[in-house]
């Protein structure tokens, strides 16, 4: 029976057939076919898009639809042969978007199997860079004989690393910054980010921001946090950010409340008001 879930839409006009999508789906989602990355089968694609970094020309975007429902069972039944590197290369990717249940199944699959592969510790040294986390805000460190605190509450932080459906996102007021600010402002932490949650992304450098705004539709009707506070700078390229949330919010069955922050060159806060999203 199919379901309402996250899988990966290939756009094959601009795909140039390169094959990196296809190497980086550990899952064997992907192939080549006629010279383009063809989607084989819906119920390896677990829609957490490791593809979309390795994709050159950004033909690769997640999107919701009615597919068939994302099988764990069958992927490990397909990597196994592949041997232990392929499998522990999959755990690890399970882990790092926070994915414990898919990685429990995935171990009980070995389990069940009689299969000894001893994945447990290749499996549990997680890129620290990649790995989900939550933790009490009010920590402090020192810069020579200044005591800062941080009010910084999760990691990771930057857009394209984070699940939207993390838990810490659930009915949460989001922060979502422009990376300069964060630089630039002198209060942004711990005041920009107090009984927030930060997410950042820059609307000028950043590759496949379409991505983005799927993770805000999710951020909205998935998680069902409670507004978006979008902090940029006064430079015009910035304004891309709070394009990229108007067209989420349009797609979105909700409506939340939307603030707009706009930070000066020197520091300064120059503007912040409401935005409405028609």
Known sequence: MKQKRNIIEINEELCNGCGRCVKGCHEGALQLIGGKAKLVSELY??????????????????????????????????LVP???????????????HGEQKLYQTG???LKDHGIDMDVAEATACECPGLAQREFGTGRHGRTGEVSLSSSLSH??????????????????????????????LPAFNPNMLKDCKLSIACPKLDTNKES????????????????????????????????????????????????????????????????NID
Request: hydrophobic share 40%; with cysteine.
């Open 45 to 78: 694609c677990d829609g957490l898009g490791a593809c979309i970094g390795d994709c050159p020309v950004n033909a690769i975007t997640v999107e919701e639809r009615e597919v068939e429902p994302y099988d764990e069972n069958a992927v490990m039944e397909r």
């Open 155 to 184: 990691w990771p932080i930057q857009l394209h690393l984070q699940n939207p459906q993390a838990s810490y996102f659930e009915d949460a007021d989001v922060i979502l910054a422009a990376d300069c600010t964060g630089f630039t």
């Open 107 to 109: 171990i009980q699959y």
């Open 212 to 275: 983005y705004i799927d993770k805000i539709v999710q951020w909205v009707d998935v998680a069902g946090i409670r507004s978006i506070t979008v902090v940029m700078m006064e430079v015009p390229c910035c304004g891309g950010l709070l394009m990229i949330v108007k067209r989420a919010l349009e797609q979105c069955s909700r409506k939340i409340p939307v603030k707009k922050v706009v930070v000066g060159l020197r520091g300064d806060v120059l503007q912040e008001e409401s935005v």
């Open 82 to 96: 592949q041997g232990r590197d392929v499998v522990v290369a999959h755990l690890r990717h399970l882990k790092a």
